[in-house]
């Protein structure tokens, strides 16, 4: 069908009104909306999910503008308004975000949107993004021209930009907080953050979590962890959701073959292959996975950055042909840990059961490492501890040695360097022969955590070097270590003539 243009003054006149009427209807579907934003703002969302477990930014988009505008039902409503963006490095992260905002000023009266982000920078980009669209013909949509950081609108909504400290969060009580790059969030920033969203008539409170994910041991990397527990969504994409279509290229010669696979075949997206192409060969292995992936973060300030969750953790139970064994470290605010440990007939330590608990007294542990142990006590060939548990308190005149034996469980403990430990976790872990000498069951998340997560200084894991002791992830490690420094190293034994 030929296109019907305006050929008369007065059809100019209905285009226009038309036009302007359309800017001001509220998107009802999800194809209105991508066509709303592509006309009125001149950007077509990518709306291809490529890999089996992303979203595309589309989904995104959609999710967080139909979350206020979209009638449910009881059975359909969302457990939280909150959301998690997960995506590559240039997939559109910010202007997405500064797309929802805007939407969000425009559709939602009364709406407060706050912009938080991982630096000044960070934020003030997400900013830039948002007065950009607004000379987009939406400047009549303001209450007066947009200041440097923040801007009203004429329906009582408004978008002010945060700074990166906890005075500037506490206090805010409004409907969206979008923290963009959060892996780069100040942890104390972030926790007075989690307290600034409350839902008004018609605009329901939440928070975005939007960032790539740079470190195992990072806060997105204890969002994402902690999202299923919160039921709040995960919408992830990389760089196959967002990469431009590949028409004439042949796969066999292309660079970007192992990763692609014909992916971007499939893809309508904006990035550049050949600029992708530069970036790969510029990054390491890791941080091309890492940040333009999304497989998994960077490794390379990992502890035991050879731990593999698809090898080492696999279903293991107590065995009653093996020896069993038990190894402590001690905690009252950061957390107290028990190991059930067994190793069988080819030397391979097969954890099977862990006990993680803060703020506890040594008789609630007592009571709770006696209810889980398998055997009877005399039955537990050792229960390896801290040495540091010997030192009598100055206050209860005791130690954490001599309550535990006062309560039926007897420890032993070998002092040893950090890096020793270590070491022999390393070699369990993957051994100069190729092989792997440890088992841990799924029933020990903070111990699969902590392998995943023990962690150098930001400053790099230089030779000699000791971990962080971030009191989180070291705990259930240092447990692990007392097992191998006593398991490897046996007491030894005196004989004596008499």
């Not at 038309?18 to 209807?25: D, I, N």
């Not at 969504?233 to 290229?249: A, F, L, M, T």
């Not at 300030?301 to 069993?324: M, T």
């Not at 006590?377 to 548990?389: I, L, N, R, S, Y």
Request: with cysteine.
């Amino acid at each position: 069908m030929e296109a019907v243009f305006p050929r008369t003054t007065s059809d100019f006149k209905t285009a226009e009104s038309l036009y302007a009427a359309l800017r001001v209807t509220p998107p009802s579907t999800r194809t209105n909306l991508k066509n709303y934003v592509k006309v009125f703002l001149g950007i077509n969302v990518p709306d291809r999910q490529i890999c089996p477990d992303h979203n595309s930014p589309m989904d995104y988009l959609w999710n967080r503008f139909s979350v206020d505008t979209q009638r449910v039902s009881g059975a359909q409503r969302r457990a939280t308004n909150d959301i998690i963006v997960w995506a590559n490095r240039a997939g559109g992260k910010t202007e997405l975000a500064a797309i929802a905002t805007l939407l969000d000023c425009i559709f939602k009266p009364g709406c407060q949107v706050r912009i938080l982000g991982g630096s000044g920078e960070q934020a003030g980009r997400m900013y830039e993004y948002l007065t950009a669209f607004l000379r987009h013909g939406f400047e009549p949509f303001l209450a007066r021209p947009a200041q440097k950081a923040k801007c009203r609108f004429l329906n009582g909504s408004a978008v002010e930009v945060l700074t990166q400290s906890a005075a500037s969060v506490r206090g805010q009580h409004v409907q969206k907080l979008r923290c963009d790059e959060l892996e780069l969030f100040n942890e104390d920033v972030f926790a007075a953050a989690k307290f600034t969203t409350q839902s008004i008539a018609g605009v329901g409170a939440a928070m975005e979590l939007i960032s790539t994910m740079h470190r195992p041991y990072g806060l997105m990397q204890k969002a994402v962890s902690e999202a299923p527990k919160s039921g709040t969504p995960i919408h992830k994409w990389c760089v196959w959701e967002v990469i431009e279509n590949c028409r004439d290229r042949t796969c066999s010669q292309c660079p970007l073959w192992s990763d692609c696979q014909g992916n971007a075949k499939k893809a309508n997206g904006y990035l550049k292959i050949d600029d992708c192409i530069t970036q790969m060969r510029r990054a390491s292995r890791a941080s091309w996975e890492a940040e333009m992936l999304c497989k998994r973060p960077s490794r390379e300030n990992i502890v035991f950055d050879e731990f593999d969750a698809a090898v080492h953790v696999q279903p293991v139970d107590y065995d009653a042909n093996l020896l069993l064994y038990r190894a402590l470290d001690f905690g009252f605010v950061n957390p107290f840990v028990c190991l059930w440990i067994q190793v069988d007939d080819n030397g391979v330590v097969r954890v099977f059961d862990e006990y993680v608990r803060s703020r506890a007294t040594i008789d609630v542990h007592a009571a709770e490492i006696k209810r889980r142990t398998p055997v009877h006590e005399e039955q537990v060939a050792a229960t390896f501890c801290d040495p540091a548990g010997r030192s009598v308190n100055d206050v209860t005149g005791t130690s954490t040695v001599r309550e535990l034996r006062a309560l039926g469980i007897t420890v032993r403990s070998r002092r040893s360097a950090i890096l020793e430990g270590v070491e022999l976790i390393r070699r369990a872990i993957h051994s100069g022969d190729g092989k792997s000498r440890l088992i841990v069951s799924p029933r020990c998340p903070r111990l699969i955590e902590a392998l995943q997560c023990y962690h150098y200084p930001e400053s790099g894991g230089a030779p000699g070097e000791l971990p962080l002791k971030d009191g989180l992830y070291d705990h259930p490690i240092d447990a692990l270590r007392y097992f191998f420094i006593n398991h490897t190293r046996p007491e030894k034994t005196t004989t004596r003539r008499y």
